[in-house]
């Protein structure tokens, strides 16, 4: 799977819109771009993913580059709940394939400020 | 009902001694995974299960081992437990492990300390 890179760290004030960047810069036609976020003594819960184009859903949306070397992640909202370590991970996906664990780099410590 | 879960929460041990941590997965899942934590906060994968069969094992040692009496449950068995050893230990499950825009069911973790 490609690398991403990501800050280590990101102030966000509450109720403002929250956007992690991701970048991705190897990544191969046939991997999609995946979100999950680890909240504080809590296993890690999946976000989003999108492959080419943007994607929304009930709890962020992704943006994803036309030449799809990055993303960034909007969380529209903040609240002092989204505080957490935010992963971006790229993974193959192939139809019929084995199952392959995620790749988990450093990702992003979200703090969310009242 | 809890999707993936995993006992006990928290397990305190001995160097050398043997121990299992339990997974259960009430998701209909056909894969499931382990992950360690370790104390640098890296995650990373360790085994998974594909209907009763291992998929991927990465470079853990031996002394570790997965075992699946049905789709819905992974344990994890270690012996001789080691000071490295100790880490949050996740369970895992996706529907298929084929990777297609899938995604995967963490469980609460388990913490290990060896002593």
């Known amino acids: 799977d490609a690398k991403t890179t990501q800050p280590p760290s990101m102030d966000c004030a509450e109720g403002r819109a929250a956007n992690l960047p991701c970048n991705h810069s190897?990544?191969?036609?046939?991997?999609?771009v995946y979100w999950y976020r680890q909240i504080h003594s809590q296993g890690p819960q999946y976000i989003i993913h999108?492959?080419?184009n943007n994607e929304t859903n009930e709890m962020a949306s992704l943006i994803i580059t036309e030449d799809r070397k990055s993303s960034t992640l909007i969380l529209p909202h903040a609240t002092l709940r989204d505080t957490a370590v935010y992963y971006c991970i790229v993974r193959v996906a192939v139809a019929g394939g084995g199952a392959d664990g995620l790749t988990f780099g450093k990702g992003t410590h979200l703090i969310i400020q009242p | 009902d809890t999707a993936v879960s995993q006992t006990p929460k928290y397990l305190v041990t001995q160097m050398g001694n043997d121990k299992s941590i339990k997974c259960e997965q009430n998701?209909?899942?056909?894969?499931m995974y382990w992950y360690k934590q370790d104390s640098k906060k890296f995650l990373k994968i360790m085994f998974s299960y594909n209907n009763k069969e291992l998929i991927i094992n990465e470079t853990v040692p031996n002394r570790f081992s997965p075992k699946s009496p049905d789709k819905a449950h992974l344990n994890l068995h270690i012996n001789s437990l080691e000071l490295g050893d100790s880490a949050v230990y996740f369970c895992?499950?996706?529907?298929?492990?084929?990777?297609?825009?899938?995604?995967?069911?963490f469980g609460p973790g388990t913490r290990l300390l060896v002593l």
């Open positions: 999108g492959l080419k």
């Open positions: 998701l209909g899942h056909d894969t």
């Open positions: 190897t990544i191969s036609g046939n991997e999609y």
């Open positions: 895992a499950s996706s529907q298929s492990g084929s990777g297609v825009g899938e995604t995967q069911y």
